[in-house]
C-alpha cells in the first residue's frame, strides 16, 4: 500500500476522503483554491497546498499544478473525488506518467465510457439492454429528425460528452426537437469537445436507478445493489436512495447481472456506477451510461452494506484484496443539501452564521462547510449530503424527517424546506414516484 494521498477536489468529498484515507493510518494531502482557504477540509488533512485562485480553471482543473502539488509533498497516490477531472482520461494518464498511482479505472476504461455513443454501443455489444437510439453522432437538425422518426417519438437529445443531465432536452415532435437538438449541440461543443449529439427514445415515466460496481484487483467484477435517483430538478439529483422501493426482485436480479457484464466489458477497476432507466410501465430497463468514478450518493450504498467505498478504491489501486459485502440490509436515504433557492433551485451563495448538524441513530451527514465558511459562487452549490438508515423504508423516511427538522443553517439559502416537502408527499412516502415527480411538485 502506498503511504500517502493526494486528494484533488474540495468540499465534502475531500474532507470525505481524508477521512478515511487517514483512518486507514495513510497521509492526507489536501490541495485547496484561494477561496477554499478556510474550509474544514484544508485544515484536517495532513498537509494542505494552495494551488491557485477561485476559478476551477486556474486551481481545481489545473492538471500541472496538481502533479506539481504531489511532487513538493511527496504524495504517492492521486484520489480524484468526484467533478472536476475525476472522469478526464488525460489527467488519469499524466498522474500515471509521473510514476504516482492512480485511484480510478484505467484510462482507456474512462475515455470508453465517458462518451454516451460510444458507451451506448459497447453495451449493446456486450448484451446489456439500450435504448432505441442513434448508433453514431448525430451532426444536424436533418438527420436527427430521421433518427427520430425511425424509433418514434418522444426522444431524448443529449451531449455524447459531459454529465450531470448538461444538455438534455425532450422533444415530442419535429419542432422541439430542433429546439432540443440546438440545446444539445451546444453543450457538447461546450463539455463534450466534439459536438456530438446522441438521440434516443424517451421513456416517458421513468425510475433512474443506478448499480453500483466494483472491478477488484484480481479481474473479478461485482455489483453491490442499486440506488434510486429518480427524484430530480432539471435532470440533475437531489435525494437518491437504497434500494429502489420501485425495483422488483427479478428485475433487480436482471440490473445487477446487467452492470457486471458492462464492468466486465471494459476492463474495469475500481468503484464506478452503472446508470439505467427503469421503464416503469414495463417493468424493464436500459442502460444510461456509466460513472468511472466515486457517486456523490455512494453514502446509502456504504449504509446498507456496512463496506467503505473510498477503502475499497484504494486497495484496489493498490492491488490488494477487497472485503466485499454484496447482502443489503435495511434501507438508507440520502438527501444533498444545498445553498440554493428551496423554490427554484437557483444558488444562493452566501456566509453561513448558524450550522448545527442533527445527530441520532442511523444519521450520518457528510458535510464541506460549518460556521462561519463562506458558499461561494465558483463551485457546485452543494454544502452537505444528510444521510439515514433504518431497518426498514419506513423507519429511514421517519428518521430523516427529524434529521431534516433539526438541521439549522442559517446564511445562505437553503433547500432544507425542499427536503421537508419531499418527506410529506405521497407519492414519495408510498415509493410509487418516477423522474417527474419535483416537476409536478413545483
Same mark, same amino acid.
Given at each position: 500500500? *502506498?503511504?500517502?494521498? #493526494?486528494?484533488?477536489?474540495?468540499?465534502?468529498?475531500?474532507?470525505?476522503?481524508?477521512?478515511?484515507?487517514?483512518? !486507514?493510518?495513510?497521509?492526507?494531502?489536501?490541495?485547496?483554491?484561494?477561496?477554499?482557504?478556510?474550509?474544514?477540509?484544508?485544515?484536517?488533512?495532513?498537509?494542505?497546498?494552495?494551488?491557485? $485562485?477561485?476559478?476551477?480553471?486556474?486551481?481545481? +482543473?489545473?492538471?500541472? @499544478?496538481? !502533479?506539481?502539488?504531489?511532487?513538493?509533498?511527496?504524495?504517492?497516490?492521486?484520489?480524484?473525488?468526484?467533478? *472536476?477531472?475525476?472522469?478526464?482520461?488525460?489527467?488519469?494518464?499524466?498522474?500515471?506518467?509521473?510514476? #504516482?498511482? /492512480?485511484?480510478?479505472?484505467?484510462?482507456?476504461?474512462?475515455?470508453?465510457?465517458?462518451? =454516451?455513443?460510444?458507451?451506448?454501443?459497447?453495451?449493446?455489444?456486450?448484451?446489456?439492454?439500450?435504448?432505441?437510439?442513434?448508433?453514431?453522432?448525430? &451532426?444536424?437538425?436533418?438527420?436527427?429528425? =430521421?433518427?427520430?422518426?425511425?424509433?418514434?417519438?418522444?426522444?431524448?437529445?443529449?451531449?455524447?460528452?459531459?454529465?450531470?443531465?448538461?444538455?438534455?432536452?425532450?422533444?415530442?415532435?419535429?419542432?422541439? +426537437?430542433?429546439?432540443?437538438?440546438?440545446?444539445?449541440?451546444?453543450?457538447?461543443?461546450? *463539455?463534450?469537445?466534439?459536438?456530438?449529439?446522441?438521440?434516443?427514445?424517451?421513456?416517458?415515466?421513468?425510475?433512474?436507478?443506478?448499480?453500483?460496481?466494483?472491478?477488484?484487483?484480481?479481474?473479478?467484477?461485482?455489483?453491490?445493489?442499486?440506488?434510486?435517483?429518480?427524484?430530480? @430538478?432539471?435532470?440533475?439529483?437531489?435525494?437518491?436512495?437504497?434500494?429502489?422501493?420501485?425495483?422488483?426482485?427479478?428485475?433487480?436480479?436482471?440490473? +445487477?447481472?446487467?452492470?457486471?457484464?458492462?464492468?466486465?466489458?471494459?476492463?474495469?477497476?475500481?468503484?464506478?456506477?452503472?446508470?439505467?432507466?427503469?421503464?416503469?410501465?414495463?417493468?424493464?430497463?436500459?442502460?444510461?451510461?456509466?460513472?468511472?468514478?466515486?457517486?456523490?450518493?455512494?453514502?446509502?450504498?456504504?449504509?446498507?452494506?456496512?463496506?467503505?467505498?473510498?477503502?475499497?478504491? +484504494?486497495?484496489?489501486?493498490?492491488?490488494? $484484496?477487497?472485503?466485499?459485502?454484496?447482502?443489503?440490509?435495511?434501507?438508507?436515504?440520502?438527501?444533498?443539501?444545498?445553498?440554493?433557492?428551496?423554490?427554484?433551485?437557483?444558488?444562493?451563495?452566501?456566509?453561513?452564521?448558524? /450550522?448545527?448538524?442533527?445527530?441520532?441513530?442511523?444519521?450520518?451527514?457528510?458535510?464541506?462547510?460549518?460556521?462561519?465558511?463562506?458558499?461561494?459562487? *465558483?463551485?457546485?452549490?452543494?454544502?452537505? =449530503?444528510?444521510?439515514?438508515?433504518?431497518?426498514?423504508?419506513?423507519?429511514? #423516511?421517519?428518521?430523516?424527517?427529524?434529521?431534516?427538522?433539526?438541521?439549522?443553517?442559517?446564511?445562505? =439559502?437553503?433547500?432544507?424546506?425542499?427536503? &421537508?416537502?419531499? !418527506?410529506?408527499?405521497?407519492?414519495?412516502?408510498?415509493?410509487?414516484?418516477?423522474?417527474?415527480?419535483?416537476?409536478?411538485?413545483?
Amino acid at each position: 500500500m *502506498f503511504d500517502s494521498v #493526494l486528494i484533488a477536489n474540495r468540499g465534502e468529498i475531500a474532507r470525505r476522503i481524508i477521512r478515511t484515507v487517514r483512518r !486507514l493510518g495513510l497521509r492526507a494531502v489536501a490541495v485547496y483554491s484561494e477561496a477554499d482557504a478556510d474550509l474544514p477540509f484544508v485544515r484536517e488533512a495532513d498537509e494542505a497546498v494552495p494551488i491557485g $485562485p477561485a476559478h476551477p480553471a486556474r486551481s481545481y +482543473l489545473d492538471a500541472e @499544478r496538481i !502533479l506539481a502539488a504531489a511532487r513538493a509533498t511527496g504524495a504517492r497516490a492521486i484520489h480524484p473525488g468526484y467533478g *472536476f477531472l475525476a472522469e478526464n482520461p488525460d489527467f488519469a494518464r499524466a498522474v500515471i506518467e509521473a510514476g #504516482l498511482v /492512480w485511484i480510478g479505472p484505467s484510462p482507456e476504461a474512462v475515455e470508453r465510457m465517458g462518451d =454516451k455513443i460510444n458507451a451506448r454501443n459497447a453495451m449493446e455489444a456486450a448484451g446489456v439492454p439500450v435504448a432505441a437510439g442513434s448508433r453514431e453522432p448525430v &451532426a444536424d437538425r436533418e438527420t436527427a429528425a =430521421k433518427v427520430a422518426a425511425r424509433i418514434g417519438y418522444p426522444v431524448m437529445a443529449k451531449a455524447a460528452g459531459g454529465g450531470g443531465g448538461i444538455g438534455m432536452g425532450v422533444a415530442r415532435d419535429e419542432e422541439e +426537437l430542433a429546439r432540443a437538438f440546438d440545446t444539445a449541440a451546444g453543450a457538447a461543443a461546450r *463539455f463534450g469537445g466534439g459536438g456530438g449529439v446522441l438521440i434516443e427514445r424517451y421513456i416517458q415515466r421513468a425510475r433512474h436507478v443506478e448499480v453500483q460496481i466494483l472491478g477488484l484487483a484480481d479481474g473479478t467484477v461485482v455489483a453491490l445493489g442499486e440506488r434510486d435517483c429518480s427524484v430530480q @430538478r432539471r435532470h440533475q439529483k437531489i435525494v437518491e436512495e437504497a434500494p429502489s422501493p420501485g425495483v422488483s426482485p427479478a428485475l433487480r436480479e436482471r440490473m +445487477l447481472a446487467a452492470a457486471v457484464s458492462a464492468g466486465e466489458a471494459v476492463g474495469y477497476r475500481g468503484a464506478g456506477t452503472v446508470e439505467c432507466l427503469v421503464d416503469v410501465e414495463r417493468d424493464d430497463f436500459v442502460f444510461l451510461e456509466m460513472n468511472t468514478r466515486l457517486q456523490v450518493e455512494h453514502p446509502v450504498t456504504e449504509l446498507v452494506t456496512g463496506m467503505d467505498l473510498v477503502e475499497a478504491q +484504494l486497495l484496489i489501486a493498490a492491488g490488494e $484484496p477487497v472485503e466485499v459485502r454484496t447482502a443489503v440490509h435495511g434501507h438508507a436515504v440520502e438527501m444533498r443539501v444545498y445553498a440554493e433557492d428551496p423554490k427554484r433551485f437557483l444558488p444562493g451563495p452566501g456566509t453561513i452564521t448558524t /450550522w448545527e448538524e442533527p445527530v441520532g441513530e442511523g444519521v450520518r451527514v457528510d458535510s464541506g462547510y460549518a460556521a462561519g465558511n463562506t458558499v461561494t459562487p *465558483f463551485y457546485d452549490p452543494l454544502m452537505a =449530503k444528510l444521510c439515514v438508515h433504518g431497518e426498514t423504508r419506513a423507519q429511514a #423516511l421517519e428518521r430523516a424527517e427529524r434529521a431534516v427538522a433539526s438541521f439549522r443553517i442559517e446564511g445562505p =439559502k437553503n433547500n432544507l424546506p425542499f427536503c &421537508a416537502e419531499l !418527506l410529506q408527499r405521497p407519492e414519495f412516502v408510498s415509493g410509487d414516484y418516477d423522474t417527474g415527480l419535483v416537476s409536478r411538485m413545483r
